[in-house]
């Protein structure tokens, strides 16, 4: 059973620490696209892909953590965790929507 513990454990970290890299890198990459116009809401929409994606490996990571701890607390932290990454993914996609419509030509007066 120590074997299960060890392996499940070490996944969790892997997956704590791919999702800190994933974050990292992608706020990095971000910040390189900021010059020029436009670059405040490229750079948003950048820093919140990388950041929902890191997001996954965090649940992925407090989900490992309930299997090895099943307590209310581990339950706790992964519903936060999961209502954060659908929170963020809930705000992209309605900025997505305000940039498209800030894009189109608005019809003017008849």
Same mark, same amino acid.
């Given at each position: 059973?120590?074997?299960?513990?060890?392996?499940?454990?070490?996944?969790?970290?892997?997956?704590?620490?791919?999702?800190?890299?994933?974050?990292?890198?992608? &706020? !990095? *990459?971000?910040? /390189?696209?900021?010059?020029?116009?436009?670059?405040? #809401?490229? $750079? =948003?929409?950048?820093?919140?892909?990388?950041?929902?994606?890191?997001?996954?490996?965090? &649940? !992925? *990571?407090?989900? /490992?953590?309930?299997?090895?701890?099943?307590?209310? #607390?581990? $339950? =706790?932290?992964?519903?936060?965790?999961?209502?954060?990454?659908?929170?963020?993914?809930?705000?992209?996609?309605?900025?997505?929507?305000?940039?498209?419509?800030?894009?189109?030509?608005?019809?003017?007066?008849?």
């Amino acid at each position: 059973m120590s074997y299960y513990h060890a392996v499940v454990d070490g996944l969790r970290v892997f997956s704590l620490v791919a999702g800190s890299i994933v974050i990292c890198v992608g &706020i !990095g *990459a971000a910040t /390189l696209e900021a010059p020029g116009a436009g670059g405040r #809401g490229r $750079v =948003a929409r950048r820093m919140g892909e990388h950041v929902a994606l890191g997001l996954e490996f965090f &649940i !992925g *990571a407090t989900i /490992l953590n309930l299997i090895l701890n099943p307590t209310w #607390g581990a $339950v =706790a932290t992964t519903t936060l965790t999961i209502v954060v990454r659908k929170l963020l993914t809930l705000s992209l996609g309605l900025s997505a929507e305000e940039g498209r419509d800030a894009r189109r030509p608005q019809p003017g007066p008849r």
